[in-house]
């Protein structure tokens, strides 16, 4: 039982490099998140899909996208990467709607030189 | 606006002995509350979570905490912690519909 797969774990980038972080989830969630961790101020969101088809901005949006490509799947894209966006970036899910926990993966730990 | 506080940023404390993690919240309806634990290199485990009723939950691995509205608090103990309890605690809020907040953490290191 899988839960919610990242890939890569580890990436480096170069400043203005491109690269997208992909998220899988096989718990049949609606809601699908992209949090970053940085130390000293816990998890952050970015951004965050209530349900397939929707995306909304969270607390750090800027520099990021975000692909909601079906009920499974959702991607965090960085267009130009920055040094600043060196993080570790974690996707959870959880069921529709009701006070439901998110179920998280093991996260993606970036680094941008 | 909403938010969670995690006094201790970091704690230190023998095995064997008790153990409480601090967590305030700011919000205003009853929240839907959680503890998380994450191990290095890991992602967030959760440890337990309260939605409603008894304001004493218990959770996996000897943990529980108890929901004090008059405190806006949520504490999380363990009457004697183990050398593999050191990891790095995470205390959240859900504030209804998909919004979570999360305090930032409190590390956890266990002296043998």
């Known amino acids: 039982n899988a839960g919610v797969t990242q890939t890569p774990k580890f990436q480096v980038l170069k400043t203005g490099q491109s690269m997208t972080l992909q998220c899988a989830q096989d718990?049949?969630?609606?809601?699908m998140y992209w949090y970053r961790q940085d130390p000293g101020m816990g998890l952050r969101l970015i951004y965050y899909?209530?349900?397939?088809?929707?995306?909304d901005k969270g607390e750090v949006p800027n520099g990021y996208n975000v692909s909601r490509l079906n009920k499974r799947e959702f991607s965090l894209r960085l267009e130009s990467a920055a040094p600043s966006q060196t993080s570790v970036y974690f996707c959870?899910?959880?069921?529709?709607?009701?006070?439901?926990?998110?179920?998280f993966g093991e996260g993606s730990r970036l680094t941008v030189l | 606006a909403q938010s969670v506080t995690q006094p201790d940023i970091h704690i230190t404390v023998s095995e064997g002995a008790s153990l409480e993690l601090r967590c305030n919240y700011s919000y205003g309806a009853t929240p839907y509350l959680f503890w998380y634990v994450q191990s290095p290199g890991q992602g967030l485990q959760l440890l337990l979570k309260y939605f409603s009723g008894d304001t004493l939950v218990q959770g996996i691995k000897g943990f529980e905490a108890e929901f004090k509205r008059s405190q806006s608090s949520f504490n999380l103990r363990k009457p004697s912690v183990h050398w593999s309890d050191a990891a790095e605690y995470f205390c959240?809020?859900?504030?209804?519909?998909?919004?979570?907040?999360f305090g930032t953490g409190t590390s956890l290191t266990v002296i043998p």
């Open positions: 959870a899910s959880r069921p529709r709607g009701g006070p439901g926990e998110l179920f």
């Open positions: 718990m049949n969630h609606n809601s």
């Open positions: 959240a809020v859900g504030a209804g519909g998909n919004q979570f907040y």
């Open positions: 899909s209530a349900s397939e088809g929707t995306t």
